[in-house]
């Protein structure tokens, strides 16, 4: 087992690129995969699925809304996600002394990069969620 107390968390394949309309609607602007987290420095998306998994744990801050994305090539909305809002922030810098005990997330602001904790890891590893991976700390980040 890997002792890292905090872990990126991303997708399996590359997302879809969406242009932000306003906090609710989304439009495609470059096709991808249709992945659990569409996420930049604007706006952390995820699919249901795995916002049911966050709400699972009630001590865990977050904060989410129901968006709907265009895709104008297909002319058809995708419906079944969510913007997620993460109380707690993390950087590189932040990353050794932040409290990462039991379940925790952190968004790293600028990136819209999304990190868990070892338990909540471990937890997301357990509920068979789908298309996502996890790596150790800011390592492969980018």
């Known amino acids: 087992m890997n002792h890292c107390p905090i872990w990126h968390l991303a997708n399996t394949f590359y997302a879809a690129l969406l242009y932000k309309c306003d906090d609710s609607?989304?439009?495609?602007?470059?096709?991808?995969?249709?992945?659990?987290?569409?996420?930049?420095?604007?706006?952390i998306i995820v699919k249901q699925p795995l916002l049911s998994f966050f709400q699972q744990h009630p001590d865990v801050p977050l904060a989410s809304h129901g968006v709907s994305i265009y895709d104008r090539v297909l002319d058809k909305y995708f419906e079944g996600y969510h913007r997620i809002y993460i109380e707690n922030r993390i950087t590189p810098d932040t990353l050794h002394i932040v409290d990462h005990s039991g379940m925790k997330i952190w968004c790293h602001e600028s990136s819209g990069g999304i990190f868990i904790s070892s338990a909540m890891k471990i937890a997301l590893e357990k509920s068979n969620i789908e298309g996502v991976k996890t790596t150790p700390g800011f390592s492969y980040y980018g």
């Open 25 to 43: 609607n989304y439009i495609v602007t470059r096709d991808g995969e249709w992945t659990p987290i569409i996420a930049c420095g604007l706006y």
